[in-house]
């Protein structure tokens, strides 16, 4: 299993970024998707989730700026981030929690990192 994460990089405070992560692999089924995101000094924290019927939940720092979704067809989450501030400046992590058709039981796969920059 591989989740590819991409559409970091650099951009202005106030700007916008969308960042997509696509599941790859013997997978079975998909339950909840999420993002993660890990500054320097800082411990990994939670973004946003996404479950398989589409609810979803946001840090408080996020809301109303970060939009998750998903794509189940294409195994994609996604995470519309507007409004960018630089303390959101960090690695974005992709994680999903699946079966694959090896193991019946489920297991969190995370993705390599995309690096978010955020200049005032």
């Known amino acids: 299993v591989q989740l590819q994460a991409s559409g970091g990089g650099l951009v202005q405070a106030g700007g916008s970024l969308r960042l997509s992560c696509a599941a790859s692999?013997?997978?079975?089924?998909?339950?909840?998707m999420g993002w993660y995101r890990q500054a320097p000094g800082k411990q990994r924290e939670l973004v946003a989730r996404?479950?398989?019927?589409?609810?979803?939940h946001y840090a408080d720092s996020v809301k109303g700026r970060f939009t998750i979704s998903r794509d189940n067809a294409k195994s994609t989450v996604y995470l519309q981030m507007n409004s960018l501030e630089p303390e959101d400046t960090a690695v974005y992590y992709c994680?999903?929690?699946?079966?694959?058709?090896?193991?019946?039981?489920?297991?969190?796969?995370w993705g390599q990192g995309t690096l978010v920059t955020v200049s005032s």
């Open positions: 692999g013997n997978i079975f089924s998909l339950s909840t």
């Open positions: 996404i479950t398989n019927d589409m609810s979803t």
């Open positions: 994680k999903a929690d699946l079966i694959t058709w090896a193991s019946p039981a489920e297991s969190s796969y």
